[in-house]
């Protein structure tokens, strides 16, 4: 067993436990000095041997943590203990080095008040130096003065009569103290008037305290009830309330009731860990997030057209920092992107860079897998399309918190490095990072040249230089990639956790994965086909399974998959959702090929929309005609009461129905006969021919006669 100098020694062969320190030895003269920590009386003598044999029978062992030591950087220390411990060692430094003459009683003595006369110190203040440079571990911190201790921090002096702290500069009374009612009053007040949306100042929350708990009375000023502080020697000081508000201040509390607990969240919570400890190895995580890229893009179909900035999806694996997935469009903040993107996390990656005209090899870009957890934004990855993911492809999501977009750290950083790296070099970038251009400069919108295909290529190869050769400055490696010599880049990281790590990648189809990314929706079978959003659908496995027929007895709903960007086809998964029918648009409706479903919602709504004005309007012509109706059978009945007076019995006008629609015929056609040239006749003048009297009293004589033979006839008939 080896003796050191410092070394703490604890005895336990004695009733009490003594710790002491060695302070010097000598192996050659076998003898050692100690001193008792626990008593700090002055250094004495032991023999060596003895020291060794202790240990080695166990009486005697080594106390490994040092309580005594304080270890402190100058940074942290007052200028005060700085000050002090330099004084003491300046004393003290030239009589410790004198071993072991500095430990024998009698040259001790004489050294100490040599070191006295020689720095003006009292041979106490020397002795209460040495005693804690020999306990404390001999170095000059050793000497630091325990100013730490002074006024135990954290606990509250006891409230006296007397006023603490410093006197008030204008002698208006001393003041009171801080009582814990008091300071439960400043508790209440904080809470009330300082912690709210209001966002009141800590003067006005100190004034709205004093008029709600400091009032000695009240009064009435305009009806108003006032009241009437104390004198101001009875009322706590503003600096005393703003000195125990910072003492408690709780800055969680204040950020959350304040402003908003999104705001803390993201702003001021502790940040601590990194992303990547999250992650076990490839494909344990991928991290989704979409961005609105600094460029404007001008329509493939017209190049004058400007259509805007584009949307880019990213899918990278959190072990590697591999991006796995991308998706370039216009669908901004929607499952739609993020569908896309991962649909391409899974894709044939050589296939994918060939529609866009770029050759790679399956090793520069091998990532045609699923993850096992999927974090992103609360937004794309809610509700039952992300259910899909979990309940068919066995994929974990997990979403970040409210305005916590920092938690994806990883894909956040590489949208940045992007954007750095290609911004320069693109026609139609947004300036400075904003919209916003000064007055009198070019428009950088007029700038556009790319469009959606060519600005995909330059976001290829960006992902294709970051996958490669992008070296990760600030990635943590762990041991076994140090071991290796693993370069920092993604690709030779993401190969050497599929070898080393454990293995979470997992392959699929990838018309089965797009079959789960697609949103799902209920459909009616009915006698003419499939109907989703108003539109039928039929397929070869409905027509043998002879379902249409079926749904004439009773319909029924069943779940079907669909692409809203193109509903040409609808699609009916199998019970095991590894395969699925496909069912295609009636050939009739034809109005609705190759439109999108918002296309399809907005026409039928336009339709309910007619249909809805066209009922208005024929409920509107109803009444009127209800009403005109009324107004004839009103006039008629009128009429009819008029004329009723009769002798007839209800059996003899029964009786007469058949011959009085006789004559109402002959009548009826005599009115609505035929009679060509009627109307021209009509505008010639008529001739009129001047008669005698003998000749008018002829005619009026034939005129009554045929009057009297109709009504001889009606007669009979009425008979």
Excluded at 15 to 28: A, D, G, Q, V
Excluded at 235 to 255: A, C, M, T, V
Excluded at 616 to 638: F, M
Aim: with cysteine.
């Amino acid at each position: 067993m080896f003796i050191t100098v410092n070394m703490l020694l604890i005895w336990k062969a004695t009733e009490n436990p003594m710790t002491e320190r060695i302070l010097w030895f000598s192996k050659y003269e076998n003898r050692a000095f100690a001193i008792n920590t626990d008593t700090q009386e002055m250094p004495y003598v032991r023999r060596w041997s003895d020291l060794v044999t202790a240990l080695e029978e166990g009486r005697a062992e080594e106390l490994s943590n040092d309580p005594y030591i304080r270890i402190v950087h100058d940074s942290q220390l007052t200028e005060k203990e700085r000050a002090g411990r330099q004084k003491a060692w300046d004393t003290i430094q030239g009589i410790v080095m004198q071993e072991p003459e500095i430990y024998m009683p009698k040259e001790r003595s004489r050294l100490v008040k040599e070191a006295a006369n020689r720095n003006g110190v009292s041979e106490k203040s020397i002795y209460h130096y040495l005693k804690r440079y020999w306990v404390r571990g001999q170095n000059p911190n050793a000497l630091l003065p325990d100013l730490y201790l002074c006024g135990k921090k954290g606990v509250d002096k006891n409230v006296s009569s007397l006023k603490r702290g410093r006197p008030r500069e204008q002698k208006n009374g001393t003041g009171i103290n801080v009582t814990d009612d008091i300071k439960q009053i400043f508790r209440v007040a904080i809470k009330k008037y300082y912690y709210t949306t209001a966002q009141h100042s800590l003067k006005m929350a100190y004034n709205l305290m004093l008029k709600d708990f400091f009032a000695e009375s009240y009064k009435y000023i305009d009806d108003v009830k006032v009241p009437i502080l104390k004198p101001k020697e009875e009322l706590p000081s503003y600096k005393q309330f703003l000195y125990w508000h910072n003492k408690e201040k709780d800055i969680r509390n204040e950020i959350t009731y304040r402003i908003s607990a999104k705001r803390y969240a993201q702003q001021f919570r502790p940040i601590i860990g990194n992303s990547t400890s999250e992650a076990i190895g490839p494909g344990s995580i991928y991290q989704f997030d979409s961005t609105v890229a600094d460029v404007y893009l001008v329509s493939s179909m017209n190049r004058n057209w400007i259509v805007g900035r584009p949307c880019v999806y990213v899918a990278i694996d959190v072990f590697s920092r591999m991006i796995v997935g991308i998706y370039c469009g216009f669908e901004s903040g929607s499952w739609l992107g993020a569908m896309n993107a991962l649909a391409n996390s899974t894709a044939d990656k050589v296939a994918y860079c060939a529609e866009y005209g770029i050759t790679i090899n399956n090793e520069d870009w091998d990532t045609a897998y699923l993850p096992e957890a999927i974090l992103a934004d609360r937004g794309e990855m809610e509700g039952k399309n992300a259910e899909n993911l979990v309940d068919g492809l066995g994929i974990k999501i997990m979403n970040t918190p409210p305005y916590r977009a920092d938690w994806k750290s990883i894909v956040e950083q590489n949208f940045r490095l992007t954007n750095l790296a290609a911004k320069p070099f693109l026609p139609g970038a947004v300036q400075n990072g904003t919209n916003f251009r000064e007055r009198g400069s070019r428009d950088y919108r007029l700038d556009a040249k790319l469009d959606i295909h060519q600005f995909t290529q330059i976001m290829i190869r960006c992902v294709l230089y970051h996958n490669n050769q992008h070296h990760l400055s600030q990635y943590h490696k762990d041991v076994g990639m140090i071991q290796d010599g693993i370069p920092m880049i993604p690709r030779e990281i993401w190969n050497w956790g599929v070898v080393n790590r454990a293995g979470k990648l997992r392959s699929a189809n990838e018309d089965v994965v797009k079959l789960h990314l697609m949103p799902t929706d209920e459909a009616t079978v009915t006698a003419r086909g499939i109907r989703f959003q108003g539109v039928f659908y039929s397929s070869s496995i409905c027509l043998k399974d002879r379902m249409f027929e079926k749904a004439r007895q009773k319909t029924w709903k069943i779940q079907v998959a669909y692409d809203p960007r193109n509903m040409d086809y609808i699609y009916i998964k199998n019970q095991d959702g590894t395969a699925y029918d496909k069912c295609t648009m009636l050939e009739y409706q034809t109005a609705f090929k190759h439109r999108a479903l918002e296309e399809i919602q907005y026409y039928f709504e336009e339709e309910k929309q007619k249909k809805d004005k066209i009922e208005r309007q024929e409920t509107q012509g109803k009444v009127e005609l209800i009403s005109q109706i009324q107004d004839i059978v009103k006039k008629a009945d009128s009429l009819h009461q008029a004329e009723s007076e009769t002798n007839e019995s209800k059996t003899a006008r029964l009786k007469g129905i058949r011959d009085n629609k006789s004559l109402e015929k002959a009548e009826g056609r005599e009115r609505e006969g035929f009679e060509l040239g009627k109307q021209s006749e009509e505008t010639l003048g008529t001739v009129i021919q001047m008669q005698n009297e003998a000749e008018s009293n002829v005619e009026a004589s034939q005129y009554d006669l045929l009057v009297q033979l109709q009504q001889e006839a009606m007669k009979r008939v009425y008979e």
